[in-house]
């Protein structure tokens, strides 16, 4: 192929960056300064896990046209900028959770008046990945409202023959999330073939206890632990919009930064306040001042996306209900995946025909499953003795640019 260079920018200038400009909440006393941080971040060439938290802080707090900027020089170091896969998610257990999570319909604590339902059938979950398949979704995700696996040996066989079946006839990708589990149970879903496990750390650990107590943020961490030790791949991360701090927002990505493994999946929901939930109260009375911004989001993503640049970046429940220009700016600033088509577990989700149609708009393709494919721009990022810092960008060859009538006509479809 063409090894010329068919496009080229560079961009270098100098600097020093606030880092108190997130609404003039980012913690103090940063050992690093942003631009410390970023080059540390933009040119490692192994994806770091001992973040301190004042990093974090440092690059969190940076102006957020500068980060969203670095997080996209980022994101094409990583990734083919041109992908957005497609996920699908399934409740394939609904309700009666014994569980107190405060923003959640299937909790039992919560009266929403939502009807429990049994463990759904081997052919109907199949039908529906072949359906979600149909329309380019690459990964299918099912979820069941229980605590723990504890005792459900025969619900785990039976969800172990569903993750069989799709994985060997549809070739798609998995992904379950079952509540608690330990290593054995992590084992059997492994040997049928899971892809991910996805367990959330939902929000920073101080702001967790405002949110659940009927379990701990380490016995979260633990079964993010047990579902690596088992050489599945993590999917975990959190929901905004709780009633959360500045603060939290930051730690919530240092702990995703920091696991042993960073998370193969990053979903980030925007909280959907659903009515009979106690935080959909709260936010009303407790947290009335504290609202989730569209900076605030892009901020998480932007810092995720440099701090944990493999991650694939997930815009998971509340999308529908963002603008398509507040989706593109989550693309730009590192979102990578979605999830689409007739349901978000319990909550609306955009169906296939619109999702696709806006990515088509604005030139993403489907990633394919179990394919990386590789970054479409060979990036040179220096950063120099009195942090100038130049960014230069050439082709690799894995890019057509619309030089061409029909490459154009599809760019504007
Ligand atoms: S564990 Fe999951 S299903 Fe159960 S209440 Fe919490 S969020 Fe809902």
């Known amino acids: 192929m063409m090894s010329r260079a068919l496009l080229s920018c560079f961009y270098s200038f100098r600097r020093t960056l606030a880092t108190n400009a997130a609404n003039g909440k980012v913690g103090g006393g940063c ?91 081997l052919d109907t979950v199949y039908e529906k ?14 979820g069941s409202a229980w605590r723990d696996m504890k005792g459900r040996k025969s619900a785990l066989r039976k969800i172990a023959d ?38 959330n750390i939902d929000t920073s650990r101080s702001h967790y206890k405002n949110v659940i107590s009927t379990r701990s943020y380490d016995d979260r961490l633990q079964t993010i632990q047990n579902v690596n030790d088992s050489g599945i791949k993590a999917c975990t991360g959190g929901i905004l919009g709780m009633g959360e701090t500045v603060d939290d927002h930051i730690d919530f990505v240092h702990t995703l930064a ?5 998370p193969e999946s990053l979903p980030i929901n925007k909280l959907i306040a659903i009515k009979g939930t106690p935080i959909e109260q709260e936010l009303k009375t407790k947290y009335k001042d504290r609202k989730l911004g569209l900076d605030n989001i892009l901020r998480v993503i932007s810092t995720a996306r440099l701090l944990m640049p493999e991650s694939i970046i997930r815009l998971a429940a509340g999308r529908y209900t963002m603008k398509e220009h507040e989706q593109l700016l989550c693309f730009n ?54 942090n100038e810092r130049s960014v230069s960008v050439i082709t690799g060859g894995n890019l057509e640019l619309p030089d061409d009538k029909n490459s154009v006509k599809e760019l504007s479809l």
């Open 31 to 121: 050992s690093s300064s942003p631009a410390e941080v970023l080059n540390l971040a933009l040119t490692t060439k192994t994806p770091i896990t001992s973040w301190t938290r004042d990093q974090v802080a440092a690059l969190f707090g940076m102006p957020l046209n500068d980060l969203m900027f670095y997080a996209q020089v980022q994101h094409r170091q990583y990734h083919n900028p041109a992908e957005v896969q497609l996920c699908t998610l399934l409740s394939i257990k609904t309700g009666g959770c014994t569980e107190d999570c405060k923003y959640c319909s299937q909790s039992s604590h919560n009266d929403t008046g939502l009807k429990a339902t049994k463990l759904l059938d």
């Open 129 to 142: 990945a072949k359906v979600a398949k149909q329309n380019n979704s690459t990964r299918f995700c099912m």
């Open 162 to 199: 569903m993750v069989r079946k799709i994985n060997t006839e549809l070739q798609m990708e998995t992904c379950v999330t079952l509540g608690m589990i330990n290593e054995e149970q992590a084992k059997t879903l492994k040997d049928a073939g899971l892809t991910a496990y996805n367990h």
């Open 258 to 262: 920091t696991m042993n493994k960073h």
């Open 333 to 386: 600033a590192g979102v990578n995946a979605i999830f689409t088509g007739e349901k978000m577990l319990t909550t609306m989700c955009t169906g296939w025909d619109e999702d696709i149609a806006m990515l088509k708009k604005w030139g993403y393709v489907p990633m394919e499953a179990f394919k990386k494919t590789a970054p479409r721009e060979k990036l040179n990022v220096t950063i120099g003795a009195n």
